[in-house]
Antibody, heavy 121, light 107 residues
Framework: QVQLVQSGAEVKKPGASVKVSCKAS????????IHWVRQAPGQRLEWMGW????????NSAQKFQGRVTMTRDTSISTAYMELTGLTSDDTAVYYC??????????????WGQGTLVTVSS | DIQMTQSPSSLSASVGDRVTITCRAG??????LNWYQQKPGRAPKLLVY???NLQSGVPSRFSGSGSGTDFTLTISSLQPEDFAIYYC?????????FGQGTKVEIK
């Protein structure tokens, strides 16, 4: 069965960076885009971007451009999201999630368990 | 960015009720509209994709409709496990955006 297992919770100071990993199993890693979505406490879901694990191409929301880097290592079926210049506004649960579509993006069908990132001085 | 607005923001309903949630996009998104269910402390779950396609394993009491800018999610007969927050999301173009959510509570 499809599984996405994320790295554990992080506590960071303002100005620091965080890198979240997402290990995929149960399907061909290069066949479906991986999305990164975050949710601040009590807030709506916020799409950050996607990565095509096949070629490594990415697309990120303008809000995060310059601060977010999405990468992947196909040898270990793992995607990564690094966010720099953290502020308290970045305190959120970060999800990796797999697209429903094969090759194309459609909807987010499988989700990781979430990684809580807390930014506090 | 395409703004997504849901109504109502919350509702109270009883088991067995028919429930309808509306989602309006700030511009036409054709049929690129998805619906998710989220329970407290859990990741969202895809219910309906591209307006009206039921995701595998989702009960048939859930259905979606609409086109252009106006969309609805209907639960034909509310069950105890359906009390949750529901989000719409457009996949017309990046950045993908979500509605603010509709909380379905027990009356």
């Amino acid at each position: 069965q499809v599984q996405l297992v994320q790295s554990g919770a992080e506590v960071k100071k303002p100005g620091a960076s965080v890198k979240v990993s997402c290990k995929a199993s149960g399907y061909t890693f290069t066949g479906n885009y991986i999305h990164w979505v975050r949710q601040a406490p009590g807030q709506r879901l916020e799409w950050m971007g996607w990565i095509d694990p096949n070629g490594g191409g990415t697309n990120s929301a303008q809000k995060f451009q310059g601060r977010v880097t999405m990468t992947r290592d196909t040898s270990i079926s793992t995607a990564y999201m690094e966010l720099t210049g953290l502020t308290s506004d970045d305190t959120a649960v970060y999800y990796c999630a797999r697209d429903l579509g094969v090759v194309v993006v459609t909807a987010i069908s499988y989700w990781g368990q979430g990684t809580l990132v807390t930014v506090s001085s | 960015d395409i703004q997504m607005t849901q109504s109502p923001s919350s509702l109270s309903a009883s088991v067995g009720d028919r429930v309808t949630i509306t989602c309006r996009a700030g511009q036409s998104i054709n049929n690129f509209l998805n619906w998710y269910q989220q329970k407290p402390g859990r990741a969202p779950k895809l219910l309906v994709y591209e307006t009206s396609n039921l995701q595998s394993g989702v009960p048939s009491r859930f259905s979606g409709s609409g086109s252009g800018t106006d969309f609805t999610l209907t639960i034909s007969s509310l069950q105890p496990e359906d009390f949750a927050i529901y989000y719409c999301q457009q996949s017309y173009g990046p950045p993908w955006t979500f509605g603010q959510g509709t909380k379905v509570e027990i009356k």
